[in-house]
């Protein structure tokens, strides 16, 4: 991407929306159109992408019981300083 390219700006303003599917079609036509020709933009796009999706995955995770408890006990056996 470059500072003067307006067609990386636009894509940048628009990719949270696209990302969340919140664009009108006629945005969606212009960041997909964008995200086909540049490569910077592409690969900002899957790094939001993956990285979305990994805090999802993340959120929705449990703790396993028998970690929990584990942690539980270390922190009970922790030295008084």
Do not use: W
């Not at 805090?55 to 019981?65: G, H, L, N, T």
Request: net charge negative.
């Amino acid at each position: 991407m470059t500072d003067h390219d307006p067609g990386c700006e636009r894509c940048e303003e628009l990719l949270q929306g696209y990302l969340d599917r919140d664009l009108a079609p006629e945005e969606v036509v212009v960041a997909e159109g964008h995200l086909d020709g540049c490569d910077y933009c592409r690969r900002r796009y899957r790094f939001e992408e993956r990285l979305r999706r990994y805090i999802r995955v993340s959120a929705s995770e449990r703790i396993p019981v028998g970690l929990r408890q584990k942690l539980a006990e270390l922190r009970d056996e922790r030295p008084a300083f």
